[in-house]
């Protein structure tokens, strides 16, 4: 009589408490003043909609409108496409910034609130250019601005620009620095420590690296309209990669706009002032898969 030998195994996945809080990507930022010199150096934290995005898109799976909350609604910017975008599953892509000041503790000057993997804005976003409503941005001077608004400050309309437009350029690979083409004979068991392996003493990295910046008639504007025509205090604290799909809006005279536009990452840090005519602000983003 033949025997058989049934096994069973059952898994079972536990977080722990100090994994509550990842994010889903690691990442290296750091931001630098018109001369190069380092004011912060920290990471970023993918938010819950780009954590969303992640999973759907890597396996195939039709988004949840119910858990995609749009910068579109958040920031009153209707986009008449908002819904087809995410029903349908269009692709959205992650190519527009926007920047905050509200990461600051006030009652606590010098305490900067930390993000969190379930957050879907900035705490405060501000425009990165805000004009009267007569004197709007050309269609050259508004191309790489989108998340466009009418706002009133005193009693007068302007148009406030939300979001700027950033180039993700390649994707790198890296072994100690140096280019690397994966090989299938790379991969063959290696026991810790074994200095035979090719790749023995280094790691292989996969990064997308790029610039955001901050120029000087940027942010400005609109802080001067609600300081008393002053800079004396202007800063900036937070960071965050939006995603979204660039499609004519039909609520707007078919103007171009991002469509469910969405949180992807956010960064808090210390302010980083903004307070004289010629101050810029550059920021290195690395983002590692």
């Not at 004011?39 to 898109?57: D, P, S, V, W």
């Not at 420590?193 to 090719?198: R, V």
């Amino acid at each position: 009589m033949k025997n058989t030998h049934v096994m069973k195994y059952t898994d079972h996945i536990s977080l722990k408490d100090n994994l509550t809080n990842k994010s889903s990507l690691d990442t290296e930022v750091f931001i630098k003043d018109g001369y190069g010199n380092i004011l912060f150096h920290g990471k970023n934290m993918t938010a819950f909609g780009g954590r969303q995005l992640l999973l759907e898109k890597s396996f195939g799976i039709a988004p949840d409108a119910s858990k995609h909350l749009l910068l579109n609604d958040m920031l009153g910017i209707p986009h008449s496409e908002n819904t087809s975008v995410i029903t349908d599953n269009e692709d959205r892509i992650t190519n527009y910034f926007l920047i905050g000041n509200g990461a600051e503790n006030l009652s606590v000057p010098g305490v900067t609130y930390t993000p969190h993997n379930y957050e879907t804005k900035l705490y405060n976003t501000v425009p990165f250019r805000c004009v009267p409503f007569s004197s709007d941005l050309s269609p050259s001077e508004a191309t790489n601005y989108r998340l466009r608004k009418i706002i009133t400050i005193d009693g007068n309309d302007y148009v406030a620009y939300y979001a700027k437009k950033f180039n993700a350029g390649v994707v790198y690979t890296e072994y100690n620095g140096s280019n690397y083409v994966p090989l299938e004979a790379h991969t063959v068991p290696v026991d810790e420590g074994d200095s035979a392996h090719p790749l023995a003493g280094g790691s292989v990295l996969s990064y997308i690296q790029f610039t955001l910046t901050v120029e000087q008639n940027e942010f400005k504007e609109f802080y001067r309209l609600t300081h008393n025509d002053m800079l004396t205090g202007a800063a900036l604290n937070e960071i965050g990669l939006v995603m979204g799909r660039d499609l004519p809006n039909t609520l707007d005279s078919n103007r171009v706009e991002l469509a469910a536009a969405e949180l992807f990452a956010k960064l808090t840090s210390t302010s980083v002032p903004l307070d004289s005519e010629s101050s810029r602000r550059v920021v290195e983003y690395r983002i590692y898969s």
